[in-house]
Every structure is written in C-alpha cells, then in structure tokens.
C-alpha cells in the first residue's frame, strides 16, 4: 500500500464557520485539510476577506497541526470573465502554502456544442498556467457535470499539455453525473489522475446523497488497489455531502469524518 497524503475539505462543513471545520478534522485525526474558498457556497477562506481573518486561519491551522495542502476554488473556467477571480483563488492558495488548487470547469452552454467548448476551454486553462507556475500550484479539474467521466477529463488534460494541469478524480461525481462507477472509470485516465476527491455514494444514482466513507457503494477497495499498481500516489481528500436536506447539525458531520476516518484506518491507511 502506497503512503499518500489523505486531507478533508473543510466543505464537508458546509454552513459552518472555518474554525468549526478545522476543529472537527483535527479531533478526528487528520493532518491536512483542502480549503474550501467557493464564491457564493462555501466561502471558508476567500480573497476579499480581511488580512486579519486570513491570518487567523493560518494561526488555528499551526495550533491544531494542519496542512492546508490544497484549496478547493471552483470557478467557472469556460468564461474568460471568471478567470481573473481564479487567479486571485491562486494567489490566496499560494498564501496558505498550498499545493493544489481544484476547480471544476463549468458548464459548456456554447451553440456549436462540445467541440469549440473544449477549445475555448483548454486556451483559458492555458493561460492559467503561468500563474499556476507563479504560486507554484498545480490544478487539478473536478470531474463535473457536462465532465464527469475520465474519457471526457482525459481528453481536455491531455489537450492541455502540461504537468501543472491534471484531473481530480471525484469518485461520487462520476456516478450522479456521469453514471459511470470509479473503480471501473479511472482506467481511462489514470495517468492523468493527480488528486482525488473521495466521496461516497448512496442511494439513486441521480439521489444527492453523499455519506460518510463505507456508507454507501463506491468500491473504494479497488479503486485504491489500482492507484497502488499504477504507482499513482495522487492524495486523497475526504469530501461528505450528505443528502440534499444537509447535516442536522455540527455533530453529524464531526460523526461522519470520525467514521470516515476509521474506515481508511480499517484499510490499512495511516491519517
């Protein structure tokens, strides 16, 4: 079994403040955490707010013993007029030290279809690439909606061309959006695959429904048995959803990471 990094995105505490997050991933024995700085969602950290703030988390970040390894900042990358705010994600990732910045693409709503979608796409994904340089980041695109399946993240990866631009393989997403499961999916992209959100599934298929790790039936077993024989040491960063009514409250989420914790340490992982 490979070592490989393992975080939480502080998303799984969506509708609770950093603090709580961050509080929660470390009592349930994590040491990294994927920043959530989604503008209009999940605004955990963000650009516009205060030095001040910025620098609180950077405090509570030492004083629990957290990585902050990577930052979780969707942005809508097939508008050209969105790219300047995900550059300043960049620049406030590098603030934090930060790795990784994960974006899902945005949905292609183009008149002549995929095609000059993915074109348009992969030349604004392009120009990121000297910013990524910059802060030292690597992105990795969210299989998401119109791009769910490894085939079709593959293909703009691969037209891209670059070692600072790859795929974060979600492995619930590919099921609610692109019905394809995980364990059989990445096979089509794996060389490409650098950051994997590990989200459960339960449910319908098209059911938002997103438990704690062993909860439902994504086939995490074999999916980490390939990563090992493909020698892909990608990390993995908890991500829980739970349904579309959300948590009851602060409890069921810190219960939900400390399951999920347990399951990973149940496969031999060391968090």
């Known amino acids: 079994m490979m070592s490989r990094i393992i975080g939480v995105n502080s998303n799984c505490y969506h509708g609770y403040s950093i603090d709580e997050a961050l509080e929660g991933i ?28 910025l620098c609180h988390v950077q405090d509570k970040l030492k004083e629990l013993d957290l990585v902050p390894f990577a930052m979780s ?5 097939m508008d050209a007029d969105r790219l300047p705010d995900f550059i300043m994600n ?21 008149k002549d279809k995929a095609k000059t979608g993915n074109e348009v796409l992969v030349q604004n994904i392009k120009g ?41 393989y979600d492995t619930a997403n590919c099921v609610f959006y692109g019905n394809v499961d995980a364990a059989d999916d990445i096979d ?11 989200k459960d599934k339960a449910g319908a298929r098209d059911a938002w429904d997103f438990p704690a790790l062993g909860k439902g039936y994504v086939d995490f077993k074999t999916l980490f048995n390939k990563l090992d024989k493909a020698n892909n040491d990608a990390p ?6 739970f349904t579309a009514k959300g948590p ?3 409890d069921e989420i810190n219960t939900a990471v400390k399951e999920s ?7 031999g992982y060391k968090i």
């Not at 900042?73 to 990358?77: A, E, V, Y």
């Not at 960049?90 to 183009?110: D, N, T, W």
């Not at 993995?236 to 959803?241: C, G």
């Not at 914790?261 to 496969?267: D, G, V």
Request: glycine residues 6%; aromatic residues 8%.
């Open 26 to 53: 470390a009592a349930a024995g994590f040491h990294y955490v994927e920043l959530t700085a989604t503008k209009g969602w999940t605004e955990h950290v963000f650009p516009d707010q205060s030095f001040a703030s």
């Open 73 to 77: 900042g969707h942005t809508n990358l």
């Open 90 to 110: 960049m620049r406030l990732a590098h603030f934090f030290g930060c790795k990784y910045i994960v974006s899902s693409i945005g949905e292609a709503h183009l």
């Open 128 to 168: 990121l690439i000297p910013h990524l340089k910059e802060n030292g980041l690597m992105l990795v695109l969210e299989l998401h909606g119109e791009h769910a399946t490894g085939t079709i993240m593959n293909e703009i990866v691969t037209a891209v061309n670059s070692n600072l631009v790859k795929i974060n």
């Open 188 to 198: 089509t992209c794996m060389d490409n695959v650098a950051y994997l959100h590990i």
């Open 236 to 241: 993995l960063s908890l991500e829980i959803e």
């Open 248 to 250: 009851k409250d602060l």
């Open 261 to 267: 914790a347990a399951y990973l340490e149940n496969l």
